[in-house]
């Protein structure tokens, strides 16, 4: 069994930052892809920034230069510096990997948290 849990959401002021943390457990061999995802109500998931294990990273243009991903493979974690938030960042983040699992070979399998939620008051 694969989980991940994510923290550090809650509720700043506008220009304020958080940091959010995503940790995996489990039967893993290796992790390829971490991302982390927001989706608001009624709209559809959008990605906010991935990072491969070889550490090559993308944005959403909506974030590039405010948000920071980054990693610890050793720790299978991945992290969210999100800085100059903006009451439109508000929504529920969610953390997502790519990974391969004991027993089960090449075979890879996405797993996703349970989302925190981030808001950001004007």
């Known amino acids: 069994q694969v989980q991940l849990v994510e923290s550090g959401g809650g509720l700043v002021q506008a220009g304020g930052s958080l940091n959010l943390s995503c940790a995996a457990s489990?039967?893993?061999?290796?992790?390829?892809?971490m991302g982390w995802y927001r989706q608001a109500p009624g709209k559809q998931r959008e990605l906010v920034a991935r990072i491969t294990s070889g550490g090559s990273t993308n944005y959403a243009d909506s974030v590039k230069g405010r948000f920071t991903i980054s990693r610890d493979n050793a720790k299978k974690t991945v992290y969210l510096q999100m800085n100059s938030l903006k009451p439109e960042d508000t929504t529920v983040y969610y953390c997502?990997?790519?990974?391969?699992?004991?027993?089960?070979?090449?075979?890879?399998?996405?797993?996703w948290g349970q989302g925190t939620q981030v808001t950001v008051s004007s």
């Open positions: 997502n990997a790519e990974l391969s699992l004991s027993g089960s070979g090449s075979r890879l399998y996405l797993y």
């Open positions: 489990g039967s893993i061999v290796s992790i390829n892809v």
